[in-house]
DNA sequence: CTGTTAGCGCGTTCAC
DNA sequence: GTGAACGCGCTAACAG
């Protein structure tokens, strides 16, 4: 062992000061147990005067209880998981626990990374917003599981993985936000952030297919509007999917595609800010006026929006909540691991009371909090 | 103690499934002192057939190090933030370190609670953007200090407390901004988000005054406009400085009530997003269009800014290098509190090779990096 | 009510 | 090379 930690008394010398066994002082200082009026000043006062600040990680050697959450998410400096974080940590803090934040950045490898880091370093449990698409890249989750941690997934569910969640209703505010398009009149409506094929798709299945394939927020986007579409008979045209890298300028290459297409799209429908901001610069640089000569809605609603020229219609989700439900949910769900036996809820703290959509398939929950569509001056008849 | 902790097998039961010792199963795991082969292959193979994963919290506290960053900043769902974390995270986690991130919406008894949950924690480092104005609250930093962790301030300073810091040259880039203004013909500029007075100050040194009450970035924005104010020759208005609450409703509140002014300003400067969302619905709703009759000037670039009508002109922070090099301080000092006696400096990761401003005074470092006007089309010569 | 004693899981010294 | 033994700081039974 190194040289004594520079200061840091520790609760014995708290102890002897006060002319008491640790036990007492550790009593008292924990709070629990039972501990004399005078024996409690005691030790308050020692501890006071030395200056003695409870090492927890030695006391969550001793109890298995961290009060720390892993948070694994795409990018914290992408705002949306940004506002998720800070609801998540709102109702973390207030039930004393801290949020250990990962980014990954969409590798599956980073990802698998993180959870490990998080389960070593012994979190009480885990809230992430995997990359992966499919149950059998879920090794990690497993592993998760085994060492007894909870998990709840934040913003995109993994087809054929049980496991509680907190998501957005992506397929119906997808179709809502194409089906505002359509009653302006919209016959050929782009469609901004398709899955990444390195071939363009000829046929409905090919991008169905690919969708399932895809992130599963992007692949219930891409469905929305194909719902919309089929519901009001319009046709699909494959080539008013953007389809490939997910990128501003690629966003950008492929409006501009189908601007120069014989009957370009009239309309516009861009599921990530990215995405909007590159269909933005597409639409300026063609010379193409909104709503005038094209109608766009975005996803993912920012301050900005309202002060565009005009300001944005979008389809605005609700980050806060989202991190908020999924601590409440990851929050109960430890909770439930130490008394076990009987059922849940104790505190009214924050019930089911929306119109969201909540799920019980078996042992676990899923939520679908709902996205709301802004409507601003972005949409009109098609010219 | 409770039941046994549902499953992760712990070192002991990995070296008796070894038949070796539980030293040895240490020491292979571990990675440190000698061990034979044949030892090892065998205490690799039952760590593996266990599924073995090492406590980290009992390995903290036995070394003392937790391999994990305090970072507390205002608000992590605000993109300045989420990008300086993302900055700080990832230096870290090429380290081996991760971050407990912390909100403290600006309240300084949140930062304490903060700092002192981070230091139980024994974290071995903090990077912290405090929203303490003068020394004399800063009682939760010398306690973090005095139990011999690392702190280094970032993106505000804290006036008469030596600390390592990183920040951005928000006085000249500031200066800079109004500069550009002042060239393009602008004699009475609107500075927008100004410190919070209760009283409409008079005279500039009551702005000075509540500049240096102020939140340190804050302040130092504001005194780069006046400093180009002064060089220009030009006479300060305080009419023209909002003051009060800062939400992008004041703000809008303000620039409404400037623009009534007799001699309204041609030219705003926002020092914050909000700031100058706020401006922009302002000159909206106040029927001033950009930059015929109105310039403007923004703090805090982004993607939005681009692809408004017109184009932002903005000045753009470096919010990832922010967070990097603040993590990169802090690393070198926690690598400096294990081998103190010699000086610094072992790996030529990433030296100081920009035309940042670095100062040494004394004990500690203090980065300034260099904020960038980007020019689009949002400035003009008045009407 | 209180002190003793035994863990928690792991790091590390030190004889054998 | 290896394992016994002790330490890190704290929790928690258990007698008294």
């Known amino acids: 062992m190194g040289k004594a930690r520079s200061s840091s008394p520790t609760i ?18 924990g709070g629990y147990g039972y501990v004399s009026t005078e024996a409690r000043l005691r030790v308050l006062a020692a501890a006071e005067g030395l200056g003695y600040r409870a090492n927890q990680l ?105 496991l509680d969640a907190v998501v957005i209703d992506n397929r119906a505010a997808a179709r809502a936000a194409t089906e505002q398009l359509v009653a302006a009149g919209h016959t050929r409506i782009g469609f901004v952030w398709g899955p990444p094929m390195v071939e363009r798709p000829r046929f409905r299945r090919d991008l169905v297919d690919a969708a399932a394939r895809n992130l599963w927020s992007d692949g ?66 063609g010379g193409v006026p909104i709503p005038s000569r094209a109608s766009v809605i975005g996803f993912d609603d920012s301050s900005w929006a309202a002060v565009m020229e005009p300001p944005l219609t979008m389809v605005e989700q609700p980050m806060l909540e989202l991190g908020r439900r999924a601590a409440e949910l990851l929050l109960r769900r430890i909770d439930g691991e130490d008394a076990d036996p009987e059922g849940s809820g104790s505190n009214e703290s924050s019930g089911s009371n929306e119109s969201s959509g909540s799920s019980r398939h078996g042992e676990y929950t899923q939520l679908e909090l709902p996205a709301r569509l802004v409507e601003r001056a972005s949409v009109a008849a098609p010219h």
Chains 1, 2 share one sequence.
């Not at 986007?221 to 919309?228: C, E, H, I, P």
């Open 58 to 162: 030695a006391r969550s050697v001793s109890t298995g209880i961290s009060h720390t959450l892993g948070v694994v998410v795409a990018d914290i400096s992408n705002p949306f998981f940004g506002g998720v974080v800070r609801g998540v940590s709102e109702v973390a803090s207030a039930r004393g626990f801290d949020a250990l934040v990962i980014s990954t950045y969409e590798h599956l490898e980073d990802e698998i990374a993180a959870v490990n880091v998080l389960v070593d370093k012994r979190v009480d449990g885990i809230i992430l917003s995997s990359a992966a698409c499919d149950a059998a890249s879920t090794a990690h989750l497993q592993l998760a599981r085994d060492q007894g941690i909870p998990l709840v997934l934040l913003d995109r569910l993994i087809p054929g993985v049980e």
């Open 220 to 285: 219930e986007r891409l469905m929305g509007y194909l719902d919309a579409l089929d519901d009001s008979g319009l046709p699909l045209d494959p080539e008013l999917v953007s389809v490939g890298e997910k990128t501003e300028s690629h966003a950008y290459d492929e409006v501009t595609r189908m601007l120069a297409l014989d009957t370009p799209p009239t309309a516009f429908f861009c599921t990530e800010t990215d995405a909007l901001t590159g269909t933005l610069h597409a639409l300026r640089d």
């Open 12 to 29: 014995s010398e708290v102890a002897a000061a006060a002319g008491v066994g640790r036990a007492t002082a550790a009593r008292t200082l």
